[in-house]
């Protein structure tokens, strides 16, 4: 008997770490309402209490993904006591955005009536915060009002359904709160069945209404017609009852990323039945007719439309599925992992690590008793161990403290992941609120201010470099390549930490920028041997390639007719003394120049005599500090002797250290990007900073111009 209850276990452990449905397994989750915004896949759930012998739900609660597989626990935004008037059943709701704002719709006991109503809440954005929008019912007094959808015609015109067993409808105004002319009830004829819980769409002018039917125990059934009232002809059973181990059952459609998904919800979840329900996924594909094939209830789920990204912080109520644990509210959309126990684990599905390789991994945790450890594996919770990091007392279950590891062993490729928690049997061990793991790349001010969020690395076997890039590659190609820019740094720093914030910023608006120097980490700026100016025709050969590998990530996404050779201080001596490179396009010499006396020059600098100027073959902008600026007399000097191309001088009163340290780069890089989108990507509009009888440059306060081309 004891082998077949352990024979059994296992085999219920096996089924959830290999099951995607039910998506949910840290609470109970009800009558799914799909919203796809902003390349974002919501689900707006009720949810059962547990143990409970009714439908006693208090709540609504929203989860979101990106990849249909690993879902975000964004908590309850909307619960009961947000509405004065309403006092029990937090049934099944349903979201809908228009004109910047978000309308949830959801039914709930009316203190006013003593009966059902349907209330709407609304807020700034799909995970709120809501609040009662009108103060008061949209509709009130009667005991079917329950389970509202709603729907935004072609035409813009909105409607709301709701009802068991009776269906009603109302037009919405613009403001999607009132109504325009009242509560109707819809002609039933061709609504076979109808239950509750309907969900309407429109798909190539024909109508869908979708709905459980002949129940209790139910089916899901639908119909289809002319207009948003019919007059409506039955089409059939959807999902057959008796499949999803819950009497009830509720749906709603969704298409996403090239994908059309059928929401439902079932009894499977540990201690689940009819009144404790979890929310399920089944994709599926439109008969040739526009027909939906009859589907049935399956643990196996969907398969992801993307990969999971694992170097950016993660949430940790981030899952594809878990076990044993809860999630906690922390603040609006702020939600934490707890009732951890030995052996509970989080799983995350289609991770790519890429040949990336982490050098910490970082967690955020809390304990009030003797906590435990924090385990990452690969593919199984007795995977292989890419990092560990204990946890110990910190004070309370909400007193977090940030812990960390460098002892990292990074898989590559595609990996499941499970995050273990490990401690003594019995008592709870920490909570978990994120974690993260750092590679050589970041995302610096969330990406930049560009149309292109970038992001900085370091490339293995590219030492003594650092690389700047957006961070989806996607949108590049051999007819939409990326310009080049090669940096390099102040007093020859080997590391670019004093200007990642302007490069980043640069790499933000379309450009891979190569600085030369160390990766610089967060906190620490790493030491050593100074630059060499060798290093800068590294960053260029290592772009080309790139260019020409087709196995880089950039391979025929580089634009090598379009480099750029820039730096500040030492590093403009530096793009100085490579200037006869033929390779290079255009120049950017900021906060430097040739010395007159290169006798009186600082040592290790490259301090090439003003003669090297006539291998300047491009046109070159010199950006300086001003009159503080120590090297602004060589640097005036340096543009008065430039002859032979376009050269222009642009001084913001700043001194030699510029604004490279200040937010997205500062002032220096507004001109920075306009010169490198003229002369690399050939913007007109960009090189009106520069050109006409009053430059764009003099409209910005504190900037001075001159140019060559004036003399």
């Not at 007094?141 to 009603?168: C, E, H, K, M």
């Not at 409808?169 to 109707?184: Q, R, T, W």
Request: glycine content about 10%.
């Amino acid at each position: 008997m004891k082998k077949q209850l352990l024979a059994a276990s296992v085999m219920a452990l096996a089924t959830m770490m290999t099951a995607q449905n039910p998506i949910v397994n840290t609470w109970y989750t009800t009558d799914p309402a799909p919203m796809v915004h902003d390349g974002t896949m919501y689900i707006y759930t009720g949810h059962d209490e547990d143990h409970a012998d009714f439908f006693w739900m208090q709540e609504w609660r929203v989860y979101s993904s990106r990849d249909m597989v690993n879902w975000r626990d964004h908590g309850s935004p909307l619960a009961i006591e947000d509405f004065s008037w309403g006092d029990d059943r937090a049934w099944a709701p349903q979201c809908i955005g228009r004109n910047g704002k978000f309308y949830f719709y959801v039914p709930l006991h009316s203190k006013l009536s003593g009966t059902m109503a349907i209330g709407v809440a609304v807020g700034p954005s799909p995970v709120g915060p809501f609040k009662d929008a009108i103060g008061k019912p949209l509709a009130d007094g009667s005991w079917d009002y329950i389970d509202p959808t709603v729907f935004i015609d072609d035409d813009g015109q909105a409607w709301l359904y709701w009802g068991n067993p009776r269906l009603y409808y109302a037009k919405l105004n613009e403001d999607m709160v009132s109504f325009v002319d009242g509560v109707h009830q819809m002609d039933m004829t061709g609504l076979d069945g109808y239950t509750e819980g309907p969900w309407i769409q429109k798909r190539n002018g024909i109508y869908y209404m979708m709905y459980a039917s002949h129940g209790i125990p139910e089916n899901i059934s639908y119909a289809t017609g002319p207009s948003p009232v019919g007059p409506w002809s039955y089409q059939g059973v959807i999902m057959p009852k008796n499949e999803q181990a819950s009497f009830t059952n509720h749906s709603g459609l969704a298409h996403y990323k090239g994908h059309d998904y059928f929401f439902y919800h079932t009894g499977w979840a540990d201690g689940g039945g009819g009144f404790a329900r979890s929310v399920a996924i089944k994709e599926f594909e439109y008969n040739a007719d526009g027909t939906i094939p009859e589907m049935h209830a399956d643990h196996e789920g969907v398969e992801p439309v993307a990969a999971f990204c694992p170097y950016a912080r993660v949430q940790a109520e981030v899952m594809a599925a878990s076990k044993g644990l809860k999630t906690q509210p922390c603040g609006h959309n702020n939600v934490y992992v707890s009732d951890a126990h030995n052996g509970d684990w989080i799983k995350l599905r289609n991770v790519d690590f890429g040949h990336d390789k982490a050098s910490r991994l970082t967690i955020r945790a809390a304990s009030a008793l003797r906590g435990g450890r924090f385990e990452l594996h690969a593919d199984s919770v007795r995977g292989q161990l890419i990092a560990a990091v204990p946890v110990g007392h910190t004070g309370g279950w909400e007193s977090f403290k940030e812990l960390s590891t460098s002892e990292i062993n990074t898989p590559e490729g595609v990996h499941d992941v499970y995050v273990v928690f490990r401690g003594r049997k019995g008592p709870e061990l920490f909570t978990l609120d994120w974690w993260e793991l750092s590679p050589k790349h970041r995302v610096v001010e969330d990406g930049g201010t560009g149309m292109y969020k970038a992001v900085m690395t370091e490339v293995e076997g590219f030492e003594a470099h650092t690389v700047f890039m957006p961070q989806d590659l996607s949108r590049f190609s051999a007819e939409n390549p990326l310009p080049v820019m090669v940096w390099g740094n102040g007093a020859c720093r080997n590391s670019p930490w004093e200007h990642y914030l302007f490069l980043n910023e640069i790499a933000s608006h379309g450009y891979l920028v190569i600085a030369t120097g160390f990766y610089p980490g967060e906190g620490d700026h790493p030491e050593g041997p100074m630059s060499s100016a060798q290093q800068q025709i590294e960053s260029i050969d290592w772009a080309i390639a790139q260019n020409l590998n087709p196995q880089s990530p950039l391979y025929q996404k580089v634009n090598t007719q379009a480099i750029c050779a820039a730096g500040m201080s030492c590093g403009g001596l530096q793009t100085l003394y490579n200037c006869a490179d033929p390779r290079i396009t255009t120049y950017m010499i900021c906060n430097s120049g040739l010395f007159k006396n290169p006798a009186i020059a600082m040592p290790n600098m490259p301090m090439p005599k003003k003669d090297k100027l006539e291998d300047v073959h491009g046109p070159i902008i010199y950006i300086l500090g001003g009159e503080t600026d120590i090297a602004y007399e060589n640097g005036m000097d340096d543009f008065s002797r430039i002859t032979n191309v376009p050269a222009y001088a642009i001084n913001y009163p700043v001194g030699h250290g510029g604004t490279y340290a200040q937010p997205h780069g500062g002032e220096f890089s507004i001109p920075a990007v306009a010169w490198l989108d003229w002369q690399l990507k050939g913007d007109k509009t960009a090189a009106k900073m520069f050109t006409g009888k009053k430059p764009q440059i003099l409209k910005r306060k504190g900037w001075t111009f001159e140019s060559n081309s004036k003399k």
